[in-house]
């Protein structure tokens, strides 16, 4: 099975690159670009016959599952432990939302093609637990800001479908491409 994540498109807080976060009530919304962003997004997973959307609570993540939505044809469905890092979360409270996820889609029907809509952060936390399973530990999260990720930056993970060089199958979670925007490249 495979499942398609992907990041919200630009917000305002997104847009500041002066460093400073912008009040939550402003930041959290999409900009003039973000929409664009997400309009074409929807528009370019529309051939993928994608058959679920969903969306992490959040304003931005919700405003780009909305416009990807109209696009395909589908009503963005909320789940409420997909979002951003709360304050105070620890890292194995991280990691298991990751994997409540990664249970949910795994018990999916066959031939069901899932569009998760969420954040940079929650990605990083889901590619790193698919890369490394139980070695990924709390003092390796600092150096997730290493993995780039664009706005409405699309991910694509299969599980098991996947083989190593000799064919042998791999077990759990791959990434098959990171932050890809075919749509409309960075």
Request: aromatic share 6%; with cysteine.
């Amino acid at each position: 099975m495979r499942a398609l994540l992907l990041r919200h498109g630009e917000s305002v807080h997104n847009a500041a690159r002066s460093g400073e976060p912008a009040p939550h009530s402003d930041g959290d919304l999409l900009t003039d670009k973000g929409r664009e962003q997400a309009r074409a997004a929807g528009e370019g997973l529309r051939e993928l016959g994608v058959t679920r959307l969903m969306s992490s609570p959040l304003r931005r993540a919700r405003e780009t599952a909305q416009a990807v939505g109209d696009a395909l044809g589908l009503d963005p469905e909320e789940i409420d432990y997909v979002g951003e890092l709360t304050s105070g979360e620890t890292f194995e409270g991280a990691i298991e939302r990751v994997r409540r996820l990664k249970a949910e889609l795994e018990s999916g029907a066959d031939g069901d093609l899932p569009l998760l809509v969420t954040h940079g952060i929650f990605l990083r936390f889901f590619l790193l637990d698919s890369v490394l399973g139980d070695s990924f530990e709390a003092p390796m999260a600092a150096g997730i800001w290493s993995l780039g990720s664009h706005n409405c930056g699309l991910s694509v993970f299969a599980h098991g479908e996947s083989r190593d060089p000799v064919g042998n199958p791999i077990p759990g979670w791959t990434c098959l491409t990171w932050m890809e925007r075919p749509w409309n490249r960075p």
